[in-house]
């Protein structure tokens, strides 16, 4: 079991940038998907990006350029640098971790194991 805690939120003009962290504790021995999410008031929650564990990625569509997936070589920490920023992407952002064997893909989201508690972005225009 592990626990994402994600820090780095907050508060941001539009044009502006933001990075995202995610510490995960617990069983890091195990390898996992790693991956954030987003959900603004009054709508459904929905994938930003992940990283499987052979490194390859995944964006939503309308965040690609704009948005960049990284974790450390530990694979315990998870980022999310943000870029110009729009009020649209005002938000919760979560950060989550599902375990998958090597070279599996990642689970639909609602069926990843481990969740935070996610932190706040806001994007003023």
């Known amino acids: 079991q592990v626990q994402p805690v994600e820090s780095g939120g907050g508060s941001v003009q539009a044009g502006g940038s933001l990075r995202l962290s995610c510490a995960t504790s617990?069983?890091?021995?195990?390898?996992?998907?790693m991956g954030w999410f987003r959900q603004a008031p009054g709508k459904q929650r929905e994938g930003v990006s992940f990283?499987?564990?052979?490194?390859?990625?995944w964006y939503a569509e309308s965040l690609k350029g704009r948005f960049t997936i990284s974790r450390d070589n530990a694979e315990t920490t998870l980022y999310l640098e943000m870029n110009t920023l729009k009020s649209e992407d005002t938000a919760l952002y979560y950060c989550?971790?599902?375990?998958?064997?090597?070279?599996?893909?990642?689970?639909?989201?609602?069926?990843?194991?481990?969740w935070g508690q996610g932190t706040q972005v806001t994007v003023s225009s």
């Open positions: 989550a971790a599902d375990p998958v064997p090597w070279l599996a893909m990642c689970r639909p989201p609602s069926e990843w194991q481990y």
């Open positions: 990283i499987r564990r052979d490194g390859s990625t």
């Open positions: 617990g069983n890091t021995d195990r390898g996992y998907c």
